[in-house]
């Protein structure tokens, strides 16, 4: 038909279009995905084809809470923001900066999001991702459950750790015990105000440092975060911020025999009370915390090394 057809990307306009470029390859469009994923908690530095990017997301997006709808709903609005710019470039030669992109999916996501009202859990991770997407979170009630302590093996020591933020600042706790559950060590700490999982792998490598001071050979590390919990496990990508303290985390490991779990935050209630110790009004004061903690391991030495907490 004579028609002459360009074959460069109109977005990026320098490489050659094709599927795989436009996404996520183009600059455009690869500014956009990294701006969606970083608001789902979630950091990525190479991208790859469309469907490769697709299966990634279907792995790493299981559940039918908020945050993992709202997830699979950002994909789909980018992939047809990004196609409706291609499509306006090319026959109305008008252009949107990929700013104003973003807010139009993030608008979309707002609204859809709040329509729904899905529940989701009351963790610090949802509530970034609604704060970030600009959504509603709509706290899901949870329902009663048995939370036990579980005692390490006999040559093993058992590590428990927790954070706490506020307006003023974190706090780092964590405290060392044996299979009967006395405690060995334990710490307490001021910090700056930081991100809550930057405060979570704090908190664990400066447990793992006091362990190491204590010439322990074998370790168990227990934390309520699920996220610390993966990114020392190597499931998740780490924050570059973070690079430097996992590096320090590992170097930790090489000289222990290790494992390390996941636990529920109401299992987890002496390093929590450990991470708001030095909080004004918040906590337990010092003294009657440490005799708190004199008399429970009192009682979990009674009880043979098991501690059972009824929510």
Not at 102 to 118: A, P, Q
Not at 137 to 163: G, V
């Amino acid at each position: 038909m004579g028609v002459v057809i360009d074959p460069t990307c109109p977005l990026c306009k320098s490489e050659e279009e094709s599927i795989d470029h436009l996404f996520f390859k183009c600059s455009y469009s690869a500014w956009l995905w990294k701006s969606i994923l970083w608001r789902n908690g979630h950091r990525r530095t190479k991208n790859q084809s469309l469907l490769a990017e697709e299966d990634w997301l279907r792995h790493h997006s299981k559940g039918t809470g908020q945050a993992t709808v709202a997830f699979k709903l950002c994909f789909c609005s980018l992939i047809h923001n990004i196609w409706m710019e291609r499509t306006r470039r090319i026959f109305e030669s008008s252009e949107k900066h990929k700013r104003f992109v973003l807010n139009k999916i993030l608008t979309e996501i707002s609204i859809k999001m709040n329509g729904l009202k899905i529940k989701d859990k009351n963790s610090p991770r949802n509530i970034s991702t609604a704060t970030n997407l600009k959504y509603r979170h709509i706290p899901d009630d949870p329902s009663s459950r048995y939370c036990s302590w579980s005692p390490p093996k006999e040559d093993e020591l058992k590590l428990n750790s927790d954070t706490s933020l506020d307006s003023n600042g974190g706090g780092l706790g964590g405290l060392i015990r044996d299979n009967r559950g006395m405690i060995k060590n334990l710490f307490s700490i001021n910090v700056d105000k930081r991100e809550i999982y930057e405060l979570e792998l704090q908190a664990i490598e400066r447990g793992i440092d006091l362990a190491l001071s204590m010439n322990c050979l074998n370790i168990w590390i227990e934390s309520d975060s699920k996220l610390a919990v993966d990114i020392i496990l190597g499931n998740v990508h780490v924050p570059w911020k973070q690079k430097q303290t996992l590096r320090q985390i590992r170097s930790y490991l090489e000289h222990l025999s290790w494992r390390i779990s996941h636990s529920w935050r109401e299992g987890n209630c002496p390093a929590d009370q450990l991470s708001k110790r030095n909080y004004p009004h918040k906590g337990f004061p010092s003294i009657v915390f440490l005799a708190t903690q004199s008399l429970l391991s009192a009682v979990i030495e009674d009880m043979n090394g098991s501690l059972y907490l009824r929510l």
